[in-house]
């Protein structure tokens, strides 16, 4: 789902170039969404097909899944109760259970670049301020930037888990 997210962000970035302001400022809008929403489906479809990976304890899967277990004494067994755990705890975890070198990964312009445009990207989904005030080149600079941060950070992501590159088409929306 994650490469879906992707490239909808990236043509909803070039359908914004033929519209109108308001138009523009939608599909750009709807750009960023998806591309905050590409790295959560990325951890996602990790932590859903975590059974099978012998690495990874029952603890690690529920914290990735947004679950925290606890003991249940009226039934005399251990469940799951929801617990929202941020993506950025997410993401480092990940980092740091599968990259020999974190703080290289940590350093990295991407890495540090992300949270200013999830920061971004919240602003939008939870406003407090008036956001109607943004200026549209605004929009543009966060979805084209966005875009660029998404893919670098799933590429790091996708290194240190899986020691592959993402496949070239995803790799190739950070260049256009």
């Known amino acids: 789902m994650f490469e879906i997210y992707l490239f909808d962000a990236s043509r909803l970035i070039d359908l914004s170039k033929n519209c109108d302001k308001d138009d523009e400022a939608i599909f750009l809008r709807s750009a960023i969404w998806h591309l905050t929403s590409a790295i959560e489906a990325y951890v ?3 932590a859903n097909g975590l059974e099978n990976l012998s690495n990874y304890s029952e603890t690690e899967i529920s914290f990735l899944r947004d679950k925290k277990l606890e003991v249940i004494p009226t039934k005399g067994n251990v ?5 929202y755990n941020p993506i950025k705890d997410k993401l480092k975890f990940l980092v740091k259970k599968h990259s020999i070198d974190s703080e290289k990964v940590f350093n990295t312009a991407a ?3 992300y949270p200013n445009f999830k920061r971004f990207r919240d602003s939008l989904m ?3 301020e008036d956001m109607e005030a943004l200026e ?3 929009y543009k600079l966060q979805a084209k930037q966005g875009l660029i941060i ?3 950070m799933l590429q790091l992501l996708n290194k240190a888990i899986y ?3 993402l ?3 995803i790799l190739d929306l950070a260049d256009t």
């Open 44 to 46: 996602n479809t990790l």
């Open 79 to 83: 469940g799951d109760r929801t617990s």
């Open 111 to 113: 890495w540090s670049q």
């Open 126 to 128: 939870h406003p407090n």
């Open 136 to 138: 549209l080149s605004e």
């Open 150 to 152: 998404t893919v670098e």
């Open 163 to 165: 020691h592959k590159d």
């Open 167 to 169: 496949r070239k088409g």
